[in-house]
C-alpha cells in the first residue's frame, strides 16, 4: 500500500508561484505513475501533469511552460511547481500514484487564485 500526503497549497495572487509537495510512504521508483490532479468547484477532476518511474513526464495543455513537476528521490517525494497561476487554477490538487494493479490518492491540498 502506498500512502501519499500533499502540502504546499494556499492563498496566492494572479501572477505568483506555490510549490505543492506529494510525499509518498515508498521509494517513487516502486511507482510506476505518479500524476497530479486537480478539482475546481463544480468541476470533474482533471490531469494537470505526470512523471513515470523512469523519468518521463507530461503535461497538461492549460500548464505546459508554467507548471514543473519534478521528485526528490532520497525523499520519495515529488513536487508541482506552479508559476503564473491564474484564477483558472484555483482548485483542490490531489496526487495520484499506480503501483501495478492499484491506485492511491491523497488527501488533496486547495489552491486558491482570488479574480
Known amino acids: 500500500q502506498v500512502q501519499l500526503v500533499e502540502s504546499g497549497g494556499g492563498l496566492v495572487q494572479a501572477g505568483g508561484s506555490l510549490r505543492l509537495s506529494c510525499a509518498a510512504s515508498?521509494?517513487?521508483?516502486?511507482?510506476?505513475?505518479i500524476r497530479w490532479y486537480r478539482q475546481p468547484p463544480g468541476n470533474e477532476r482533471e490531469l494537470v501533469a505526470a512523471r513515470t518511474s523512469m523519468g518521463s513526464k507530461a503535461y497538461a495543455d492549460s500548464v505546459k511552460g508554467r507548471f514543473t513537476i519534478s521528485s526528490d528521490n532520497a525523499k520519495n517525494t515529488v513536487y508541482l511547481q506552479m508559476n503564473s497561476l491564474n484564477p483558472e487554477d484555483s482548485a483542490v490538487y490531489y496526487c495520484?500514484?499506480?503501483?501495478?494493479?492499484?491506485?492511491?490518492w491523497g488527501q488533496g491540498t486547495q489552491v486558491t487564485v482570488p479574480s
Open positions: 515508498t521509494s517513487i521508483f516502486d511507482i510506476d505513475f
Open positions: 495520484n500514484a499506480i503501483k501495478g494493479s492499484y491506485t492511491y
